[in-house]
């Protein structure tokens, strides 16, 4: 459940990485990737939350497609880092906000549904990985997860009943372990694929993504990244009117530029 503790996990994350880094060596022994990127992130699954009614927990479908991105985000902000030190070391780092709404009608016999479903969305992940040779990566990790949901169940028609609202939020912490892979296909384009599986119950009863890229390097400190992002999580904690259920898959095509230093 969210509390105090969970709340500045975040910046937490950032200290740690600061931590973990300085040991491993000075700034001359790491080679730096920045990489600000766009998510066109469609959203599908089930959402819900506890209510103090008879009627009990309020559940939502939430189903935005890649189409829909651009009529249901209000805002977003994604960018990554990656450090690597020249004895094969790597610090990882990934930042996402997402603000999306979307609205399903439905019907029940003669009566009309309309459902608004709004999600904000949180994602900070902090890896410390070890790099196999010039293409395999592995890494272990924490991804700290924020949600917050409004639903807003409207009916119309004969014997409709009443119009029911709720909003609940809650942050959770997953371990992740995964490996990054890096094929050069020549001196200018390359593929690249990311898979990490997490959360073991101790956050999401599970979690994972998969990630696949192809990467253009126009120079040496400067590349065009575009591929497309799986990631799907099964969270769910509390009950009656404390629920909170967020099992939801996250994907889409991206784009992004890399900036190497």
Do not use: C
């Not at 790491?30 to 959402?47: C, E, F, N, Q, R």
């Not at 189409?67 to 790597?90: E, H, P, Q, T």
Request: a negative charge; aromatic letters at 10%.
């Amino acid at each position: 459940m969210r509390n105090a503790l969970t709340r500045p996990f975040p910046v937490l994350l950032a200290t740690a990485a600061v931590a973990v880094a300085a040991p491993l060596g000075s700034a001359a022994d790491w080679s730096h990737t920045v990489t600000p990127y766009l998510w066109g992130s469609g959203m599908s699954g089930k959402t819900a939350v506890g209510t103090a009614t008879p009627a009990g927990p309020l559940e939502a479908d939430v189903d935005v497609g890649f189409d829909d991105i651009l009529s249901n985000l209000k805002f977003g902000a994604m960018g990554s880092y990656r450090g690597d030190r020249s004895d094969g070391w790597v610090v990882m780092a990934d930042y996402i906000y997402m603000s999306l709404e979307a609205d399903k009608q439905s019907t029940a016999g003669p009566v009309r549904i309309d459902t608004t479903v709004g999600v904000k969305q949180t994602a900070l992940e902090l890896d410390l990985g070890y790099r196999l040779n010039d293409q395999f990566t592995v890494f272990a990790g924490l991804r700290y997860n924020d949600v917050d949901t409004d639903l807003d169940v409207v009916r119309t028609g004969p014997g409709a009943g009443a119009n029911r609202a709720a909003s609940k939020g809650d942050s959770w912490t997953d371990p992740v372990v995964g490996v990054t892979a890096r094929y050069p296909l020549n001196d200018t384009w390359s593929l690249g694929v990311r898979g990490d599986v997490g959360g073991f119950g101790i956050g999401s009863d599970l979690t994972w993504q998969m990630m696949a890229t192809v990467n253009w390097k126009v120079r040496d400190n400067l590349e065009v990244v575009a591929g497309y992002r799986y990631l799907d999580a099964d969270y769910e904690d509390g009950s009656g009117a404390d629920l909170f259920k967020y099992d939801m898959v996250t994907s889409g095509p991206g784009i992004g530029v890399s900036f190497k230093f």
